[in-house]
Every structure is written in C-alpha cells, then in structure tokens.
C-alpha cells in the first residue's frame, strides 16, 4: 500500500518509501531521500517527522496511528439503522465506553537511537545523553517532562519500558555498525557504550511515576503530533528489580504501532503484583490513595 510513495520529511525534504520492515517488536519505514535512505519507526514518524504527499495515504497511517480500523461502506458496518447509516447514538455510547474503560495506567515504551545520525545528534547535541540515561538522570531528582496521550489526567500513573527492539538491527546494532561503516570511531566507541546499557535494559519496565501538571511547552496542535502532549511526571522511583516483558506479556500486549500501551483493570492489577513482589519498598500512587 504504502510502497513507492511520495513522503516529505521535515528535514530531510521529499523522498520515496523503499519497504516496511518488520522488527522484533515494531515496524520501520525506510525511506530514500535525495542524498540517502533513512529508517523510521512505522507509523510514530508520522506524528510528527513525516508526512505523504497522497492525502488518502496520509489518512490511512493517522487511522492507523489512532488504532482505527478501514472505514467500511455503510451496507457493510455491522452497526447500522434501517437506512444503512451507523447510528450516531450507538457511536457515542462505543465512544462512551472506550472512554470509561481507560483506568489511567500506562506504558511508555521508548526507544533509543536507531539511526547513525541519531547516535551523531546524541552526541554532539544532548550532551551524549540518550532517553535512557536522561531518565536515569531524572529519577535522582523525582521529577521528568515526557511524551503521554492527550486524553491523560493528573494523577494517572506511567509506567517506564525500554523497547525490546531497541537493540535489534534496525536500531542500536544498525546505527553503530553504520558508524564502523563510516569508519567513525568516536561515534562507533560511543555506540558500543551505549548499546552495552541497552543491552541490559531493553524489554524491561524501568522506572514508575505519575503525572503532576502539563508542560507549558506542549503543543497539542503541531501538524504531526496530535496525540501526544508533554506533562510533568513526578514521583519517579527506578525499579531495584526491572521487570521484563517475558513475565507479563501473556497478559499484557504491548502496543507495536505507538509508544503508548493504556491498561485495562484487570491486568494492571496483575502487573502491579509482579511489580511490587519484586520491588517490595516500592511506592504505587494511584489517584487518591498509595500502595506499598
């Protein structure tokens, strides 16, 4: 579908889709611009990097980013009134409900740098600080500004994980190999480093906090970004014991097409046991009241 389409990127300007990938745990998009090919992460660089030319290809991914289905023509819907249209009541009660479901617990799976120049612009511009040392960093003073969904609260707890995939071919393994390619040292001895902490904590939940306020700086309307807003995450505490995604994922599905995984009741009340069985000094705010 998306094969040989037109795209333009904020950066890098207009350039044609090669293939999708599929990863260990995610998709990326490899894109080839004028000078090179790229690879972003498939659909997340279209909230915000990339954009297609085709307005009917720009809908379909920001359906996909929203976790929509295809639309269907009306003889076809499932729900429909006697004239063949859906019923706009049944479609706020489903909207209704979707909302009443969300408990406000989730999962940032975040990644690390997956692209040489993603390793270069770490390293000259952010102070060599990946999202993993940053985090680490900010845990020491409580407190950290990430990414969550727009229709998150204060008081709604998240939840930390380095993505399983961040050390795969297309990612941390991919960019420093493509630093020894380039036969940059400093950057490939850097990747090295770096790709050792992943290593380690790639698959794992990390760190908990919750949500204190929103970012002044949060843009809720920037064209590619209308899902995500910066909030003001307090009560960070890192996990003594990370916990893996081999030990929850029977339950627990993490989203492969966006950084955000929203739990259901039953299984953060599941996690939560696991959580605090291997962190017993651990402390769970949860809107209103605190577990220990």
Sequence with gaps: MYKNAAVRHNKFGKGTVIKIVEGSNCRFIIVKFKSKEVQFMFPD??????????????????????????????????????????SARTSARSSKKSAASRIGVYILNF???????????????????????????????????????????????????????????????????????????????????????????AGKILCIGSITGFSEEDDPDEEFNQRLIYADIGNLQMLDNPISIKDFRDYININRFWSVTSLKQEQWDKLKALLMSQNPDIKIREKGRQSQ
């Excluded at 991914?61 to 819907?77: F, T, Y």
């Design 45 to 86: 660089a279209f909230e915000k990097h990339l954009c297609f030319e085709d307005e009917k290809l720009q809908s379909a991914v920001m359906r996909e980013l929203r976790g929509e289905a295809e639309p269907q023509m009306p003889a076809r819907q499932i729900v429909s009134t006697g004239s063949g249209r859906t």
């Design 111 to 201: 990644q690390g740098p997956s692209t040489y120049d993603d390793l270069v612009w770490v390293y000259n511009e952010c102070d060599k600080k990946t999202n993993l040392e940053e985090l680490f960093e900010d845990v020491e003073t409580g407190t950290t500004c990430w990414s969550v969904p727009t229709y998150a609260e204060i008081g709604d707890t998240i939840l930390f994980m380095l993505a399983s995939s961040s050390i795969d071919t297309y990612h941390m393994n991919g960019a420093v190999n493509a630093a020894a390619e380039l036969s940059d040292w400093k950057i490939y001895e850097f990747g090295k480093a770096e790709r050792e902490k992943y290593r380690k904590y």
